[in-house]
């Protein structure tokens, strides 16, 4: 046991090192972990070796969270809704790059099992990289970004067809390769039998999500215990993985059908937040050994077939890309990022590569090649983008940028966040919703979710004082956010999160009161909406209309006392700690009386802005507005 954890731990120290370090210099957390375990490795300091094999299974899982992550943001409505640009854009490239790479295998004397398998695998490409790389340099809204975007949502899903036809493909001996599938059911069973056990296991996976676990999670969630959730979320992916290999499947392709089936869910964001920590951590640890087993003996034994092999999988895969740009219209600096981004094998590749030796498809000195090609290519991503970026962007002609056009978000993500959805979010949602303005909504209330949900809204569960649900919520893309919270502390906890987090997006805050303004804009908000203030004066003009004042004239009055106690409201929230505050209020008061005759006595009270249609129609009676211009009554 002492072993392990020291294994563990020379994992650890070398993640959180490289990491920084990649980072710093711009190449990304995966290669930052790829480069740490062949430090790391028996090819490098050896300061893990064999023995690491132990840390490498526990790893694993983190591509089966991974998998269920990915699965919980690709919502099937979404896809059904871009499947024209998925099938066509996105089809088009992984069937023209694995039928090409496939060829060249055959044309090399690999058999045919082998060839279509690699190919079809090294067509994948790093969403990890490519969407960091994208996001870091304002890429993402451009045209080569979106259409990136695109080509990686469809490599995501055809991960699935993937998984389940590799078996297929097998012709080594299931005894021969290093991984298994442990205690199965089907171990015995023939290829045809096992790809139709496949279907039947995904299709009672999905009616089960369907029936059962969203009942589930909405039980757990009544007793607002947030580690009970957590728990039952690691419950629900622990138990898909187990189930799936127990009948001799992937516990992977088992984790990312849930993930769909609960992508429509209303715990979908809670669900992605509470694994995230986790599957980053174990995914990590994944390209860690990944990284660490890279044979470098084999590499220099075969150094020029490895050379060879990353430049035909480079080159093919830019050819593919910008032969597709083209025949999308994209412009030709355009079509440059979208080939070069897209040039590489992902990290998908390393767990299709273990998978297919696993099962026998690939022998071992195949798949040490192939995932020596696949780190090689990620590698020279960055490189590419910025040779992209510094030489061949300013030399294409025009060039788009991406802050003229608004922002398009990868998941269908909307413009707005609504957090909170008691009576005074539910309102303002619903103002949304009929203006056709998309929402993402979250709310720490079960029931109210449930209920909602029920009546049609896109509401999610979720504490929206976590970071990690924010993001998943899209707060990094979103354009606003409404923190609508009656308690002061949910909605201080919140708002500092964003604050924190996402610096840049713009706040609208709910304040119950006039104290709660204080303290909300005493943490930076300036945007601050009381619950009070328009009831008031919506009384407060009735009153006055009641008393004998033209309709205009009390609406005036109450715009010009909004107007002026917006302002003491600003001035106050600076000294309302302070030791003469009472004093400061009183003069504030007295400071707004004045302000209020005085604009009496310049006659502002009777100008044609009061004239709102309702007050016309009100006074005038006949709902049509006179033809006369409004003068002093």
Same mark, same amino acid.
């Given at each position: 046991?002492?072993?392990?954890?020291?294994?563990?731990?020379?994992?650890?120290?070398?993640?959180?090192?490289?990491?920084?370090?990649?980072?710093?210099?711009?190449?990304?957390?995966?290669?930052?972990?790829?480069?740490?375990?062949?430090?790391?490795?028996?090819?490098?300091?050896?300061?893990?070796?064999?023995?690491?094999?132990?840390?490498?299974?526990?790893?694993?899982?983190?591509?089966?969270?991974?998998?269920?992550?990915?699965?919980?943001?690709?919502?099937?409505?979404?896809?059904?809704?871009?499947?024209?640009?998925?099938?066509?854009?996105?089809?088009?490239?992984?069937?023209?790059?694995?039928?090409?790479?496939?060829?060249?295998?055959?044309?090399?004397?690999?058999?045919?099992?082998?060839?279509?398998?690699?190919?079809?695998?090294?067509?994948?490409?790093?969403?990890?990289?490519?969407?960091?790389?994208?996001?870091?340099?304002?890429?993402?809204?451009?045209?080569? *970004?979106?259409?990136?975007?695109?080509?990686?949502?469809?490599?995501?899903?055809?991960?699935?067809?993937?998984?389940?036809?590799?078996?297929?493909?097998?012709?080594?001996?299931?005894?021969?390769?290093?991984?298994?599938?442990?205690?199965? %059911?089907?171990?015995?069973?023939?290829?045809?039998?096992?790809?139709?056990?496949?279907?039947?296991?995904?299709?009672?996976?999905?009616?089960?999500?369907?029936?059962?676990?969203?009942?589930?999670?909405?039980?757990?969630?009544?007793?607002?215990?947030?580690?009970?959730?957590?728990?039952?979320?690691?419950?629900?992916?622990?138990?898909?993985?187990?189930?799936?290999?127990?009948?001799?499947?992937?516990?992977?392709?088992?984790?990312?059908?849930?993930?769909?089936?609960?992508?429509?869910?209303?715990?979908?964001?809670?669900?992605?937040?509470?694994?995230?920590?986790? !599957?980053?951590?174990?995914?990590?640890?994944?390209?860690?050994?990944?990284?660490?087993?890279?044979?470098?003996? %084999?590499?220099?034994?075969?150094?020029?077939?490895?050379?060879?092999?990353?430049?035909?999988?480079?080159?093919?895969?830019?050819?593919?890309?910008?032969?597709?740009?083209?025949?999308?219209?994209?412009?030709?600096?355009?079509?440059?990022?979208?080939?070069?981004?897209?040039?590489?094998?992902?990290?998908?590749?390393?767990?299709?590569?273990?998978?297919? !030796?696993?099962?026998?498809?690939?022998?071992?000195?195949?798949?040490?090649?192939?995932?020596?090609?696949?780190?090689?290519?990620?590698?020279?991503?960055?490189?590419?983008?910025?040779?992209?970026?510094?030489?061949?962007?300013?030399?294409?002609?025009?060039?788009?940028?991406?802050?003229?056009?608004?922002?398009?978000?990868?998941? *269908?993500?909307?413009?707005?966040?609504?957090?909170?959805?008691?009576?005074?979010?539910?309102?303002?949602?619903?103002?949304?919703?009929?203006?056709?303005?998309?929402?993402?909504?979250?709310?720490?209330?079960?029931?109210?979710?449930?209920?909602?949900?029920?009546?049609?809204?896109?509401?999610?569960?979720?504490?929206?004082?976590?970071?990690?649900?924010?993001?998943?919520?899209?707060?990094?893309?979103?354009?606003?956010?409404?923190?609508?919270?009656?308690?002061?502390?949910?909605?201080?906890?919140?708002?500092?999160?964003?604050?924190?987090?996402?610096?840049?997006?713009?706040?609208?805050?709910?304040?119950?009161?006039?104290?709660?303004?204080?303290?909300?804009?005493?943490?930076?908000?300036?945007?601050?909406?009381?619950?009070?203030?328009?009831?008031?004066?919506?009384?407060?003009?009735?009153?006055?209309?009641?008393?004998?004042?033209?309709?205009?004239?009390?609406?005036?009055?109450?715009?010009?006392?909004?107007?002026?106690?917006?302002?003491?409201?600003?001035?106050?929230?600076?000294?309302?700690?302070?030791?003469?505050?009472?004093?400061?209020?009183?003069?504030?008061?007295?400071?707004?009386?004045?302000?209020?005759?005085?604009?009496?006595?310049?006659?502002?009270?009777?100008?044609?802005?009061?004239?709102?249609?309702?007050?016309?129609?009100?006074?005038?009676?006949?709902?049509?507005?006179?033809?006369?211009?409004?003068?002093?009554?």
């Amino acid at each position: 046991m002492s072993g392990f954890f020291v294994e563990a731990f020379a994992y650890l120290v070398a993640a959180v090192i490289a990491v920084l370090l990649a980072q710093r210099l711009g190449l990304g957390s995966v290669l930052g972990y790829l480069l740490a375990g062949v430090v790391i490795g028996p090819f490098g300091l050896g300061v893990v070796g064999e023995e690491g094999a132990d840390v490498m299974h526990f790893a694993e899982f983190g591509v089966v969270m991974m998998l269920f992550v990915i699965g919980l943001e690709l919502d099937p409505r979404d896809l059904w809704r871009q499947r024209g640009a998925l099938l066509g854009l996105g089809g088009a490239q992984l069937a023209v790059t694995a039928t090409l790479l496939a060829a060249i295998g055959l044309a090399l004397g690999v058999p045919w099992q082998m060839a279509v398998a690699a190919g079809a695998i090294l067509a994948l490409s790093s969403t990890a990289i490519v969407l960091q790389s994208l996001q870091e340099r304002g890429w993402l809204a451009l045209p080569g *970004g979106q259409r990136s975007l695109v080509v990686l949502l469809f490599q995501d899903v055809a991960v699935i067809p993937l998984l389940a036809a590799l078996p297929l493909l097998a012709t080594l001996p299931v005894s021969s390769v290093e991984a298994g599938h442990g205690h199965s %059911l089907v171990a015995s069973w023939p290829a045809w039998a096992r790809g139709i056990a496949t279907m039947v296991a995904v299709g009672a996976l999905v009616v089960g999500g369907r029936v059962l676990v969203s009942p589930a999670f909405r039980l757990i969630a009544r007793s607002r215990l947030r580690e009970a959730f957590t728990a039952a979320s690691l419950l629900l992916v622990i138990g898909v993985a187990l189930l799936m290999e127990y009948v001799g499947l992937s516990p992977a392709l088992g984790a990312f059908v849930a993930g769909i089936v609960l992508a429509s869910s209303e715990f979908r964001h809670e669900l992605e937040s509470d694994l995230e920590p986790f !599957k980053g951590l174990l995914l990590g640890l994944f390209f860690l050994a990944v990284g660490a087993s890279v044979d470098f003996a %084999l590499i220099g034994a075969r150094i020029g077939t490895v050379t060879g092999l990353v430049l035909t999988l480079v080159l093919v895969k830019f050819a593919v890309l910008f032969a597709l740009g083209r025949w999308d219209r994209l412009h030709l600096d355009q079509r440059w990022l979208f080939a070069i981004g897209l040039a590489q094998g992902g990290e998908f590749c390393f767990v299709l590569l273990s998978f297919a !030796k696993g099962v026998g498809v690939l022998d071992a000195i195949t798949s040490g090649v192939l995932v020596a090609v696949v780190a090689i290519s990620m590698a020279l991503t960055p490189l590419g983008l910025v040779l992209y970026d510094r030489v061949i962007r300013p030399r294409t002609g025009t060039r788009e940028v991406a802050a003229s056009r608004p922002p398009d978000d990868i998941h *269908g993500r909307a413009p707005v966040l609504v957090l909170g959805y008691g009576d005074f979010g539910s309102t303002l949602g619903r103002l949304l919703r009929a203006m056709d303005v998309p929402q993402t909504v979250l709310d720490h209330d079960a029931d109210r979710v449930d209920v909602l949900r029920r009546m049609g809204l896109d509401v999610y569960y979720g504490d929206a004082a976590r970071e990690e649900l924010l993001r998943a919520a899209g707060a990094a893309r979103a354009r606003v956010a409404c923190v609508c919270f009656g308690d002061l502390e949910q909605s201080r906890r919140v708002v500092a999160t964003l604050q924190r987090h996402f610096p840049a997006l713009p706040l609208l805050v709910r304040a119950a009161d006039r104290g709660q303004a204080y303290a909300l804009m005493e943490q930076g908000v300036r945007e601050v909406y009381r619950d009070a203030l328009d009831p008031s004066l919506r009384m407060g003009v009735a009153a006055l209309r009641t008393a004998g004042l033209p309709a205009h004239e009390a609406t005036r009055a109450a715009q010009a006392f909004r107007r002026h106690d917006e302002r003491l409201l600003r001035e106050l929230a600076k000294t309302f700690r302070a030791d003469d505050a009472v004093a400061r209020a009183r003069d504030a008061i007295a400071w707004l009386e004045r302000a209020m005759q005085a604009d009496r006595q310049r006659d502002l009270l009777h100008e044609e802005g009061a004239w709102d249609a309702e007050s016309l129609r009100v006074e005038f009676g006949g709902g049509r507005t006179p033809d006369a211009t409004p003068g002093p009554h």
